[in-house]
C-alpha cells in the first residue's frame, strides 16, 4: 500500500471538501444564527488544517495507483469525509459525537437515517449542510473529485467505478474526467429544475433546496419533523415523486436523451422493469389500504395485536401509496404518512421494496433492479435446466448478454449482501433491540433507505440505538453505498501489508 | 480528437496508451476479455468488447464520426477489412496495420482499391530504421522539420576523449546553429541546460541545419566510419526487409536463416546478398562468417530472448554494432546496459506514425523519442498565440521544466533562440518536451 500517495489524496480531498461548508455559513448569516456561522468557521479551519496535514505529510509522492490504492482510497476516504462532514454538528453543539458521525454518514451516504429528536429545533443552516451532504454523496464526492482534478488518468477511472452504482457504469464519454463533469452537470441542472418546481409549489428557496437535495440524490433528510406531510400540498408530493423516480433512474440515460436519443430511457429494458415494479406495489398497496384483501382474517385475534387502520378514500389511498412506495423503493426515505399503521401485507412489501433500490447508474441505493432482474433469470434457467439439462439458454439484459463473469460478480454480491444484513440483524439484536427495530435497521441502513420500522420507523428516530450499533450501523451505511467491497475489504488484514 | 482503434495487442495498447496521455477521446475495440479488461484497468479509455471488422459494431460504436480509425488486429485480411468499413462509414483518416510483405509491396494499390489513408507495417518501419542506422552509423534516429530546413537526429556518444564529461556550453559553442536538446541515459530522459554533462553511451538529439549538424556530430562520433560488413540473424519479416534495403549498398550483406526452405526463397528473392543457412546465435558459426570483422549484426528473429543474447555474443566476438529487435517494450530501456547498441521495437514505430495524424494540422511534424517519453514537435504560431512579441526569458517562467524551444524558424532563416529573442506570428518553432510537459507547453505558446 503506497500510503503517501494515499495521505497526499485524502488530504486534497478533506480540503476541497471543506470548502463546502461555505453554502452552510452563507444561510447561518442570513438567519443570524451566529453560533452556527462560527461553527462552520471552525469547521473549515479544521478541514484544511487537517487536510494539509495530510498533504505535507503526502508530498512528492509518486501518483502509482493499483487495485489497493484505489479500494483504500475510496473506502477510507468516504470514512475520512463523514468524520470532518461531523465536525459542524458537534461544533455547533447540535449532537454529541458519535451521533455526529451517524448523522453526517447518514447525509453523505444519502441514507436519511436520524438521530435528531426534535428537528425544527435545530439550527436552520445546520439542517442545510444535514441536505447538502446529501447532494454531495448522492453522485459521489469522489466522481467530483475526479472531474476536478486533472492528473488521476486511469486510476481516476478505478475510483469512478469504485464509487459509480451498479455492476458496470459505462463511460459517457471515453476520458474518465469527461464523464464525471458530464455527470455532475446533469445533476445540477436536475437540481436548479426541482428547485424551481418546488418554489412555484409554494416552497421557499431555504426549504426548495433542502428538499431537492434529499430528493435527487435519494437522501431523504426533511427540514420538518413531519417529513413531506408538513407541506400537505399534492402539487409538492407530485413533484417529489416526479423527482425521486428521476434520481433512481441511471443518470446515463438522460444523457442518451440529450444527444438525440429521446426515447433512450423508455427502451432501456432495466428501467422499465424499475417502473413496472413501482406501478405494480402502488396498485396493491392502494387496494391493501382500501381494505382488500379484508384486514383481521383471524377472528380471535388478541386485543394486542390488533392495529388500527387508517380508512381511506381510493384517492387518498393513491397518493399515499405511490409517495411512499417510489420513496422506499427509491431509497430516499420521505414520508407523507406513517406507515407503520398501514395493514401488515402493505408494511411487508414496503420492506420487501427496501432491497430493491433503483437503477444502476442512478443515486438510488439497495441491490439494484438490474441485479435483481439478473438473480431471477439466472434462478429461472437453473430450474429449466434440471429437466432439459442440454438446453443453452443465455440471459440477456435487453440486448446486453449477461455473461458468466457478471452472473457470477452479481450472485456473489447477493451472497455478500444477505450475510452483512444477517450478521448485522444479529448483533442488534444482541444489543437488546425488538426484533422488527433490529432488522429493519439494518435493512435501511444497508441499502440507504432511511426509516425502518417500529422503534427506528417514520415516527421514530434511531436516537433509542445504543453508540456502538450507531457507529455499526454507519458503516452499514457506507457499505451499502460503496457497494460493500470498499469496506469490506478493509476487514481483509493482508489489505493493509506493505507487500 | 475521437479515436477508435480496433485491436488491442501490442500494437494498439501502446497507441492507446500514448494517445490517451495526451487526452484524446480514445476507444479501443477488442474481442478477448482478459486483454480488454487489462486496458480497461490500465489506461483511461473506453473499452469496447466484439469484433473491430464488424460494420454492425462500428455503426453502433459511431465510427462514422471518427477522427481516426487504426486497426491492428492479428490478422491482415481482417484489418483490411475493419479499415475499410470505417472509411465508408465516414472516417476521416483510416490505417490498417499488415504483416504480410504483400500487402506492403504494393500498399499504394491496396490504399487506392480499399480506400485506405495508411497501410502500415510495424515490421517495415522497424527495418526501415534499422536500415538507416546501418547506412548512417551513430545516427539512431533522424528526422526532417521546416520542409528539410532543419533535422533532427539522435547519436549515440561513442568513446571520444573530446566530449565525454564536458558541459554542453563547452561542446556546442554559440551561434553554431545547432542545439542539443535531449539526453537519454540509462533508460532516462533528460531536457538538458547549458551545465549538463555528455557521457559515452548517452543518446544525444541534435537539432539544427543540415550542414551544422553533419559538423557537430562528428565531435560526438568515433569517427566517420562506413558499413562495410553485415550480418543479420533471422530471415523473418524484418531481416528480409532489411536485407533487402541494403542489398547493393553495402558491400556484404549476409543473411542467416535456419530453415532450408525459407533460405531458397530468400536466395532468389535477394541480389548481391548472401544467404547463409544456419543458426546465428552459435558460436562457432559466427566465428566460421568473421564475425570480428562485421561491422553491424542485426538480431531479428521473432524471438526477443534469442535476439537479445545472440546480440551480446556478437558483441564479445567482436562485432562493432550490434541491433536487436525487441517486441516486449519494457525490455527496451534494459538492453543497452548489456552493451546493445540499439533496440528496435517495432509497435513503436507504427505507434510514432499515428500519433502524427492525431497532431496533423495542429503540428506539422512530430518525432516521438523512448517509447513515447519525448516528443519533438514543430508548432505553426499564428497571431493569436500568447507569447507574441516577448523576449523568451520572459515567457520562461511560464514554460515546464521539461520542454524547450529548440529551434525558430522564420522563412528561411533558421536559429537557435537565446533569452532576447521574440516569437514572431508567422514562425515555426521546434519545441522538445516530455512528455508531462507537452500539454503545459503547448498551452503556453497557443491560445486554446
Known sequence: MNYRFLAKILGQLIAIFGLSFLPSLCWAAWFGEWDSFTAFLESIGVALLFGGVLYVLGRGAETRMYQRETLGLVGLGWLVLALVGAVPYVMSGTLGCVDAFFESMSG????????????????????????????????????????????????????FKSEAPGPDPHGLSPRIRDTASILWKLYLTLTVVQTACLMLAGMSLYDALCHTFGTLATGGFSTRQASIAAFDSLAIEVIIIVFMVVAGTNFGLFFAMKHGDIWAVVKDSEWRYYLGILVLATVLISFNLMGFPANGVIDETPEAMQVETPDFTPGGAVRVASFQVVSVMTTTGYGTNNFEKWPPFSQLLLLMLMFVGGCAGSTGGGIKVVRIIVLCKMAYWRLENTFRPKTVRPIRMGDHLIDDGLQKRVATFLMLHMLVFIFGSLVMAGMGLPVMTAVTAVIATLNNIGPGLEFVGAGHDFHLVPDAGKVLLSFFMAMGRLELFSIVVMLHPGFWKHS | MNIFIAGGGRVGYHLARLLSKEHQDVTVIESDRDQLEQIDYALDVSTVRGDGSSVMLQQGLGVGNADIFVASMGNDEMNIIAAATAKGLGAKQVAARVGNMMYLDSNILYETIFGIDYILSPDALAALEIANYIEHPGIIVSDEFGKGLVQMRQVRVDETPTVNGKTLKDIIAPGSGVLLGVIMRNGKTIIPHGDSVVEVGDHVGLVGKKKGLDKIQKLFLHEDIKTRRVIIMGGGTIGTQIARALDGKIKSVKLFERREDRCESLATLLKKAKVVCRDASSRSSLEQEHIDAVDVFVASTSDDERNIMAAVLAKELGAKRVVAIINQPDFAPLVRRLGIDMAVTPRASVANRILRLAHQGEMTTLTVLDEGSVEVMELAIDASSPVLGQPLKSVSSRFPRGALIATIIRGDKVFVPGGEDEILAGDSVILIASEDAVEPALKVLKKK
Open chain 1, 108 to 159: 453523505l451516504t444519502t441514507t436519511g437515517s436520524t438521530v435528531i429528536v426534535d428537528i425544527e429545533a435545530v439550527d436552520k443552516s445546520v439542517l442545510f449542510w444535514r441536505s447538502f451532504s446529501h447532494w454531495l454523496g448522492g453522485m459521489g464526492v469522489i466522481v467530483l473529485f475526479i472531474a476536478v482534478l486533472p492528473y488521476l488518468g486511469a486510476g481516476g477511472k478505478q475510483l
